[in-house]
């Protein structure tokens, strides 16, 4: 049935004045224009672009169950039905007796067998979806275990997970995730008044919260009645229960050694009087760029979920990391934890606190960069998801206001610090000359790296060890490297008779992924009271166990510089002037540079060991341009275009144009990407992929992965039609992630 756009009204009017974050792209479920009443149906950019809709949300008229109706501008302005009950999520520790007694009734209702009442739950772990009938299990399911987004030929075990970690879209996708275990607990209409709480879990504390410490608990409004306390532990289905070691998170988070290291005195903490967990949040609010700000808030969230989680059941656990799975520590399984309700609710709560601190220091969203907002958020949008809620709000821009998405948060203090007084000790916390180990990851999970300070060429000096943790991002590309994350060392200076402008280098002691995929951390010194930051790569004269990464990304709101330091403490670096004379080691466009070099805004800069041959290990790319410009679409005169080829392709959800007779050139400067072609629009919609990376190969004529350029067709585009391309990379996980694009060919394009 074609779209009907009877109702002519701007979205954007409607909200003005109810939230902040004013957006035409947000979905209502339910929508009221006088005296008709439309429900959110589902998203659609394919229809809804063609009748020039202001969004992508599609409505069916109650009494017409077969209508689809979207928006246009003018006319009357709808009322948002569902915006009338915002619930408040509150702080732990202040809920009533009468909310701990439902909340705790309330899970206990959600794990009983036959209270899921949505679509059936399938994964490629586990096809049976008799085993997901709770709602809490089918709502915790869309996390890792059973994966509900592997792919063909995909490790049933350990892949096809949906959650996101190690890109940008980490907090949207948990955002959504916590509504639907918080609706999981509402399944129960006795019950449908819940919110989840949140634990602030950045003060130092010596247990757990009382809620989930122990195996049964007493009924908050009649303590003298027992209950099985159903946020102690879960059973996964088809698996066992979950487990914690909150001793190992206690240790840690008070300046102790992380897991079974006797030599990890102190951990992390720069800040006296704060907890590690706290000190590593403040240094993420001290961002004032998403991208960054959402490295570093995962920082102390992968802490968390890793020493919660180190379960020492067997002597493998210590030796290789071979230890019980059913943890928080494997984000495959973390999500079945009841723990995980109120310890990721204060994730969200942190991200509701840099988004008032980004609107209070007068950073406006639109000036930010934030990659993949525009794009689907798997499973929230599949045929598996019966939550209305996360379905109608399933792109990350459509979660940047808790109001729309019917929630809020009490207050957005952090220890005791409102919005102002917050950003003012930020500040102050600037005001001090610092110094930090900077990792660029590889997406990958790492369950631990061990480092430590070495004020001299040899790394003679008895130092401390430190130790850090990352989850994985899905897709799971082996070379993708995250923005670098920052591991503040500032407080072991003193006691090492130095000071952080010191020429300082790090040496990796041990990791538990392969070396080539454990990168040498870069020296960064942040000068007090400014927004400088100077980096220091140390050359060595030979190949080492653990090189620098071949790429890593500069932070785009701080001034930033480079310099190469040899091991006589004098400076020098082979730059060359593109990627290609890099590539191909091509002398004739190289300098040699012997001193500091300032990197500045919108460009990549290409370097070379001096000591060594130009080889992979000897190479390094800085990069400070913005992840949201690059790689846009760029037209000749002849009509050929060269685009860049990336995870997130939403920016051209609709499509581009090209005349007939011309070619596209596909570029990806990193990544493990391809480029393949469908017929079957049906299959390039659902990713609908089986393939096998084409070993050998590489680029063509470059016998290498990345960065490759691709121009297709090879004969250029003949027919007036759709085609259709998508990266084929992990049966379809590149693709699902949204690395997909439609051209179409006409005989003359519109001007852009």
Request: proline letters at 6%.
């Amino acid at each position: 049935q074609a779209l009907i756009m009877k109702l002519v009204l701007t979205l954007g009017i409607a909200f003005v004045g109810l939230f902040q974050f004013v957006y035409n792209e947000e979905c209502c479920l339910q929508k009221k224009v006088g005296e008709y009443v439309y429900s959110f149906k589902n998203t659609d950019d394919s229809d809804t672009s063609s009748f020039n809709c202001l969004s992508s949300c599609v409505y069916t008229r109650d009494g017409e169950p077969n209508s689809r109706y979207c928006f246009k501008a003018g006319g009357e302005v709808p009322v948002c039905e569902d915006m009338k009950n915002v619930r408040v999520r509150k702080n732990l520790t202040t809920l009533t007796n009468e909310e701990l007694h439902d909340l705790i009734h309330a899970l206990i209702e959600a794990k009983k067998y036959g209270t899921y009442e949505g679509a059936p739950i399938s994964g490629q772990a586990d096809i049976h979806s008799s085993n997901f009938t709770s709602s809490y299990d089918a709502a915790a399911s869309f996390h890792g275990y059973p994966a509900l987004c592997g792919r063909p030929n995909a490790n049933a075990t350990t892949d096809g997970g949906c959650c996101i970690h190690g890109y940008s879209t980490f907090l949207p996708w948990h955002r959504l995730f916590m509504i639907q275990l918080e609706d999981s607990l509402r399944a129960n209409p006795k019950y449908n008044h819940v919110t989840l709480p949140y634990w602030d879990w950045t003060p130092l504390f010596d247990e757990l919260p009382h809620l989930v410490r122990n195996p049964s608990i007493a009924d908050p409004t009649n303590p003298s009645k027992i209950l099985q306390n159903p946020f102690y532990h879960s059973w996964i289905p088809g698996q066992n229960y979950t487990r914690r070691s909150p001793y190992v998170l206690t240790n840690y988070t008070h300046h102790n050694c992380v897991e079974n290291m006797a030599d990890c005195q102190n951990a992390t903490q720069n800040w006296p009087g704060y907890s590690v967990l706290m000190d590593l949040t403040l240094t993420a609010f001290e961002e004032t760029e998403y991208e960054g700000f959402e490295t570093q808030i995962e920082f102390p969230h992968n802490m968390f979920h890793n020493q919660l989680g180190f379960t020492p059941d067997t002597k493998a656990c210590y030796e290789n990391g071979t230890c019980y799975p059913y943890t928080m520590g494997n984000n495959y399984y973390s999500s079945f934890d009841p723990i995980f309700l109120i310890f990721h609710v204060m994730v969200d709560f942190q991200w509701a606190v840099f988004q008032k601190l980004q609107e209070y220091r007068g950073i406006p969203y639109a000036s930010d960069c934030h990659p993949g907002f525009n794009g689907e958020l798997a499973p929230f949008n599949g045929e598996m998801n019966s939550n209305l809620m996360t379905k109608s709000h399933s792109r990350g821009k459509h979660t940047l206001n808790t109001n729309t998405l019917r929630y809020e948060y009490d207050n957005l203090t952090l220890n005791g610090m409102g919005i102002p007084e917050l950003d003012e000790f930020l500040k102050k916390r600037q005001n001090n000359d610092r110094l930090f180990a900077v990792f660029p990851f590889a997406s990958i999970k790492v369950k631990k790296i061990v480092f430590r300070i070495c004020p001299d060429s040899d790394c003679s000096v008895p130092s401390p060890y430190l130790t850090l943790t990352k989850d994985y991002k899905r897709p799971q590309t082996e070379s993708a490297v995250s923005p670098l994350l920052y591991h503040e060392v500032t407080k072991y200076l003193p006691d090492m008779n130095l000071e952080p402008s010191d020429d300082i280098r790090f040496q990796i002691v041990s990791s538990s992924v392969p070396a080539k995929v454990t990168f040498a951390p870069f020296s960064l010194f942040r000068q007090g009271g400014s927004n400088k930051e100077r980096i220091t790569v140390h050359w060595q004269e030979e190949q080492m166990d653990f090189n620098y990464a071949s790429y890593f990304k500069v932070r785009q709101n701080r001034d930033a510089s480079i310099r190469f330091l040899l091991k006589n403490g004098s400076q020098a670096v082979y730059q060359y002037n593109s990627q290609n004379s890099l590539n191909t080691c091509y002398e004739n466009d190289r300098t040699l540079v012997q001193q500091e070099i300032e990197i500045e805004k919108n460009k990549q800069y290409f370097f070379q060991n001096p000591l060594l041959a130009c080889e992979e290990g000897s190479k390094l790319e800085a990069d400070r341009t913005s992840t949201c410009t690059w790689g846009n679409i760029k037209r000749e005169e002849n009509g050929n275009a060269t685009i860049g080829w990336q995870l997130d392709m939403s920016k051209y959800s609709e499509g581009i144009c090209m005349e007939k007779g011309t070619f596209l050139t596909f570029y990806w400067r990193r990544d493990y990407h391809w480029v393949t072609a469908f017929t079957d629009p049906t299959d390039f919609n659902s990713c609908n992929i089986d393939w096998t990376y084409p070993k050998g190969t590489g680029c063509p004529n470059q016998g290498q992965h990345y960065p490759c350029m691709l121009t297709y067709p090879p004969e250029g585009f003949q027919e007036e039609k759709t085609y259709y391309f998508a990266c084929p990379v992990g049966n379809g996980a590149h693709c699902n992630q949204g690395m997909k694009l439609k051209i179409h060919v006409k005989t003359t394009c519109p001007n852009e």
